[in-house]
């Protein structure tokens, strides 16, 4: 409904409420729907995002309803659609939703699930080339192990020490590169609050009920102006148990709540595309429920983006774990996530490679995840299929030193399902790139194509054979190696070295990470990632088999198992050198 008060002074406040003939009292755009016409030209997608309703012709003028003020972006709209000199009457947001929805609905669940090109997706396409692979791969080994099994085994050693040294020069070169400075603008001031861009923080929920007060606490702990902070809690429409949760709960009022209707399949992807016409920030940020952000971490977004050009689409921030001493686990997870995001990222971004983005605190120019079609709602890995989509569109991602603490998933089997799920998602990501290899090439150029195949199957396949790999521990240990009949101890202690050294790397780059971290004593734990990774190995094969039998099974992480007893300290930012310019 909308009072008449409101309206007045909307009408008065646009400088058409003088001349024009009066409105109804009351408006219940529920009761009295809009004209249609009028919605499908201005497009009711652009509607929901902007909180406008264009109602009704009245004397000529149409009628729009608006959930705030009409800004400068949502007037210009209304002129680009041809409506004149609106008149503009406010209506409460949940009013106006209540209205769009119904009309919404249809065309909001089909782009949730097909929203991003069919070629580019892997609701399809993404299985086709690597179910080929398996197959060809798997029916060859057999054949060569039933014809000549140690002439099979000599290939699979070498297969294995070929993926094994192309991985290590890789990750070597990016911890060098990582210490490489890099030119950044500095920006001498931020605008004032009044102008700061808006920014939509999408937080996607699935039975995180017991997670809502202190995300919600963490998220109020941001230093931004509420009135540019849009937070949508996106909920689905069968998870009763946060549902209930919410509404028992009073929210800040920059937070709405995006309930996601069932459908064919329940993913974070989707649901973060079902929620996004929702979203009215012109930069979309990611985050996760069990997610800590540095307070300042909204302002140097703003910064970032305001010193670069239009082709940086994404920052990623840094990912770090409050959960380190929980266990074993957690400490050799705490490495590895310290080695990635602190060493190898900035390496590859160096490097001039793709950047595979993390599923939280990642931040997103709204035209920029418009241009790739958002999130494939069929990859349950959508982070790092989208890195690679934006840098086929052009779109550069950019590494920001401002961390998030997250809770450490440090138990066996959710892990091995955790793992699974990514590692099925970097096959479905890299089955998706390489349906066309032409155009993969053409739109990424030779050296990110190759840095592609690094990435992600080399990564698959280093885990697939690292039993071959592990070996090799006999030579070193002094013990006679299956091989030991066919190659010489020359050729055998080469390769038991190659996997030395490249064991050698990972601690160092473990260690070095542990430094960057502000946590030196980890690297202790750097010899346990002997015992921590062959982990992966089982979540790799049990991948493999979801890809052909489950591929879009999307394994919830449960959070909250480990939840801080103390308040949470925020880690030091990475301190790789950087060049200012300007």
């Known amino acids: ?28 755009p529920v009761a009295l729907p809009p004209d249609p016409r009028l919605l499908r030209r201005f497009g009711v ?23 705030t003020p009409p800004e400068p972006e949502t007037i210009a709209a209304l002129a680009s659609a041809g409506f004149g000199r609106p008149r503009c009457a406010i209506c409460a947001p949940e009013v106006l939703r209540r209205a769009l929805l119904p009309l919404a609905e249809p065309v909001l669940l089909l782009r949730a699930e097909t929203r991003v090109p069919l070629h580019q997706s892997c609701r399809i396409v993404g299985r086709k080339p690597l179910c080929l692979l398996l ?17 099979a085994f000599a290939l699979l050693c070498a297969l294995c020490a070929l993926t094994l040294v192309v991985n290590t020069a890789v990750k070597l070169a990016a911890a060098l590169a990582s210490f490489r400075p890099v030119p950044r603008h500095r920006l001498l001031a931020l ?44 909920v689905e429409a069968c998870d009763t148990e946060t549902r209930a949760a919410l509404s028992s ?54 910064a970032r983006f305001a010193t670069s050009d239009r082709r940086t689409g994404c920052l990623q921030g840094v990912l770090d774990y409050y959960n380190a001493r929980s266990n074993w686990i957690a400490r050799c997870f705490t490495l590895e996530y310290a080695s990635w995001f602190r060493v190898i990222l900035p390496g590859l971004e160096r490097l001039g490679l793709v950047v595979p983005l993390g599923g939280t605190t990642l931040f997103l120019r709204r035209h920029a995840i418009e241009a790739v079609g958002g999130w494939d709602a069929h990859n349950v890995t959508e982070d790092a299929d989208l890195g690679v989509r934006l840098a086929r569109h052009g779109f550069r991602t950019e590494l920001m030193d401002s961390v998030t603490l997250e809770e450490a998933n440090a138990r066996p089997w959710p892990w091995n399902k955790q793992r699974s799920r990514w590692l099925k998602g970097y096959a479905m990501s890299w089955g998706v790139a390489m349906h066309d290899p032409g155009r993969l090439w053409r739109e990424l150029g030779a050296w990110r194509f190759l840095g592609v195949q690094v990435l992600f199957l080399g990564t698959l396949a280093q885990f697939a054979l690292a039993p071959v790999l592990w070996s090799f521990w006999l030579v070193i240990l002094g013990m006679p190696h299956p091989m030991s009949p066919w190659l010489r101890s020359e050729t055998l202690w080469g390769l038991a070295l190659v996997f030395a050294l490249s064991e050698c790397v990972s601690w160092a780059i473990a260690a070095l990470a542990a ?5 030196p004593w980890l690297a202790l734990w750097a ?27 999307w394994e919830k992480t449960r959070h909250g198992v480990f939840n801080p007893t103390t308040p949470l300290t925020l880690p030091p930012p990475p301190s790789p050198r950087r060049a200012s310019a300007g």
């Not at 982990?535 to 088999?545: E, F, H, K, M, S």
């Open 249 to 302: 709960m009073p929210l800040p009022s920059w937070a709405q709540i995006v309930v996601v209707p069932t459908g064919r399949l329940r993913t974070k992807p989707r649901a973060l595309n079902y929620a996004l016409p929702f979203a009215r920030g012109s930069i979309i940020g990611i985050y996760d429920a069990e997610d800590a952000p540095a307070a300042d971490q909204l302002r140097q977004v703003v």
């Open 527 to 553: 010899p346990m990632l002997q015992v921590y990774f062959p982990l992966a190995t089982i979540a790799v094969w049990r991948a493999l088999w979801q890809v052909l039998r489950r591929p879009f099974l």
């Open 135 to 151: 197959v060809v791969a798997l029916s060859v080994t057999a054949l060569s192990v039933a014809l000549a099994p140690w002439a």
């Open 191 to 234: 605008p004032g609050d009044d102008v700061m861009p808006v920014i939509s923080l999408l937080v996607p929920l699935y039975r995180e009920g017991a997670m809502l007060v202190p995300l919600l606490e963490r998220l109020d702990g941001l230093d931004y102006p509420r009135d540019r902070l849009d937070l949508c809690l996106i």
């Open 45 to 67: 997608l652009r509607a929901l995002r902007l909180g406008v309703l264009p109602w009704r012709r009245i004397g000529g003028r149409v009628v729009v309803l608006c959930a």
């Open 515 to 519: 430094r960057r971290a502000g946590q």
């Open 1 to 28: 409904m909308i009072a008449p008060a409101p309206l007045g002074r909307a009408q008065s406040a646009s400088g058409h409420g003088s001349s024009a003939p009066p409105l109804p009292d009351r408006i219940d």
